[in-house]
């Protein structure tokens, strides 16, 4: 089983940055993807940003630009620098992790752009 714990959400305003971070435990070995999810009021659950093993990152494009994803060296930790937040980005972002066809999710973290 995996544990995923996340922190640092918030509000903010708009322009600001925060940063997420999302800490994996538990049975984890081998190659495994890990990312942010994000669900808007009244939108469907949309992928921000993932990181695979081997250091290949990808994110979405109405994030490009602004969203950085990374993970640490012991690649058990995933982060997301959200810089330039908008208030469409206001949304419950979820970590991931999916390995060997099986995704994990964090109990998610409340982002709020708001002046």
């Known amino acids: 089983q995996v544990h995923l714990v996340e922190s640092g959400g918030g509000l903010v305003q708009p322009g600001g940055s925060l940063r997420l971070s999302c800490e994996a435990s538990g049975s984890i070995s081998g190659l495994f993807v890990m990312g942010w999810y994000r669900e808007a009021p009244g939108k469907e659950r949309e992928l921000v940003a993932a990181?695979?093993?081997?250091?290949?990152?990808t994110v979405s494009d109405p994030v490009k630009g602004r969203f950085t994803i990374s993970r640490d060296n012991a690649g058990n930790t995933v982060y997301l620098q959200m810089n330039s937040l908008q208030p469409e980005d206001t949304a419950v972002y979820y970590c991931t992790l999916k390995a060997d066809s099986v995704e994990y999710w964090g109990q998610g973290t409340q982002v709020t752009v708001s002046s």
């Open positions: 990181a695979f093993s081997g250091g290949f990152t």
